[in-house]
Structure formats: structure tokens, C-alpha cells
């Protein structure tokens, strides 16, 4: 008997089989422990007598959780990103080196001229733009769920693009 699972193996069943110990009915294509010299299966979880063979149970079932919690896993170490960061940023960006420059060439006027007169336009788009990405942003998220994933600001690598939001679905 202790000789039965000496050169046991975890491994993807090609048939069907029945645990030798708990009689329990394995599927082909499940993960269960097999040993060659008699033939015999058994689930991750049934131990056989001998101790030996139990270092080889706890690393399958060990191996089965990560297979189990690998998709949920995956799924929540990507960071969805915020809808119109980079946007925000830029206006943010503008509008207090703005703000600085003014301050600096006009120390004794500039938080007046600051006060009466307001951002170019083309920071303005910035924070506009920034708005309306927050705003369908928030109208994507509503949709996503179990099969629809939804991610925002999403740098393009090697350039300084950004993909404003991404949708994967099945
Ligand atoms: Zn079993």
C-alpha cells in the first residue's frame, strides 16, 4: 500500500477516473493525483496512508488555489484608472504656472489681476475636456461588470498620448 503513490504525479486527467480512495468520480480534464506504477488516481484532496505522499497533496492543492483565484486575481490587480486625470492634470498644470508667473512679474498687482481676470482659453478646454471624460467615464463604469471591464487615462507607451478609456468585453 505505502509503495502506491511513491512516484505520484500531479496532472491533467486525459479519462475519467474514480479516486482511489474516496471513490469519488473524477473528470477527464480535471487536475488529480496519478501515480503511473499502479494506475491508480486520487483527488488533490484525499491523503493516502503514507505520510510521504502528503508533501505532494499540499503542494497540488496549493497549485488548485492559485489556479482558482488566478482570473479574480488578475482582474483586480489592474488599476481601472481615473476618467480625466490626465486632463486635469494639464489644466492644473497651466493654470498655476499661470498663476506663478503672474505673481512673480506683478508682486505688488498680481492676486488683483489674478482676481479680474481669468485662464486663457486653451486651459479652460483643459478642465472642459477633464469634465466631459469624468462625465462618460462615470456612464462606462455603469456598465461594467463580471465580462465588462472599463479602464480610463490609460498612458500609450513611448509617447504622451492617452487613451481616454478602454471597454474590453467579450
Ligand atoms: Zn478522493
Redesign the pocket.
Known amino acids: 500500500m505505502d509503495g502506491d503513490w511513491a512516484d505520484a504525479k500531479v496532472m491533467l486527467l486525459r479519462y475519467a477516473g474514480r ?1 482511489r ?4 468520480e473524477l473528470l477527464a480534464g480535471s487536475t488529480a493525483v496519478y501515480t503511473r506504477e499502479s494506475r491508480a488516481v ?2 488533490f ?2 491523503a493516502p496512508d503514507d505520510p510521504s505522499p502528503v508533501a505532494i497533496t499540499s503542494v497540488a492543492v496549493g497549485v488548485a488555489t492559485v489556479a482558482a483565484q488566478m482570473s479574480t486575481a488578475t482582474a483586480a490587480e489592474v488599476i481601472a484608472g481615473v476618467a480625466g486625470a490626465s486632463a486635469r492634470r494639464e489644466h492644473d498644470r497651466r493654470s498655476q504656472g499661470r498663476e506663478r508667473r503672474i505673481r512673480q512679474s506683478q508682486p505688488m498687482w498680481g492676486g488683483l489681476i489674478l482676481a479680474l481676470t481669468d485662464d486663457p482659453q486653451t486651459t479652460k478646454a483643459w478642465a472642459v475636456g477633464a469634465e466631459e471624460e469624468e462625465r462618460l467615464g462615470r456612464r462606462l463604469d455603469n456598465l461594467a461588470g463580471e465580462n465588462i471591464r472599463v479602464l480610463h487615462d490609460r498612458r500609450i507607451p513611448r509617447t504622451r498620448a492617452n487613451l481616454d478609456h478602454i471597454v474590453v468585453a467579450p
Request: charged share 10%.
Open positions: 479516486c480512495i474516496c471513490g469519488a486520487r483527488c484532496t484525499c
